[in-house]
């Protein structure tokens, strides 16, 4: 479970027999601090890859955009592969089961 904001503008694809697949950079913040000793600790922006499928990529299409701040829950997925130097790469991604967009619905 995370809340925080769209980092890019979704990419949405159709595969297979027109099944909707969106993908986008999420930013989270965990807030800076002061300790008592008067140190500062900063604020800490993690980049996650978010992935939905099927009808929650359709509404995210539709609907989100670059900036928006989102609630999504999903699962981590792991995958590995060879780049063209043939070093291997690991990539985490987010695949959402479920979203609820936060931001306010802009005027029309």
């Not at 509404?59 to 609630?71: F, S």
């Amino acid at each position: 479970m995370m809340i925080g904001y769209v980092g890019t503008e979704p990419e949405v694809r159709y595969v297979d027999q027109g099944v909707a697949v969106a993908r986008f950079r999420f930013a989270t913040t965990e807030k800076g601090y002061t300790l008592q000793n008067g140190t500062q600790v900063p604020d800490r922006t993690d980049w996650h890859n978010i992935i939905l499928w099927r009808r929650l990529a359709e509404i995210v299409e539709r609907y989100v955009h670059k900036g928006d701040r989102l609630y999504i829950e999903g699962r981590l997925r792991y995958s590995t592969y060879d780049n063209k130097q043939g070093q291997r790469q690991y990539v985490t991604e987010i695949w959402a089961d479920n979203m609820e967009m936060l931001s306010a619905k802009p005027e029309e």
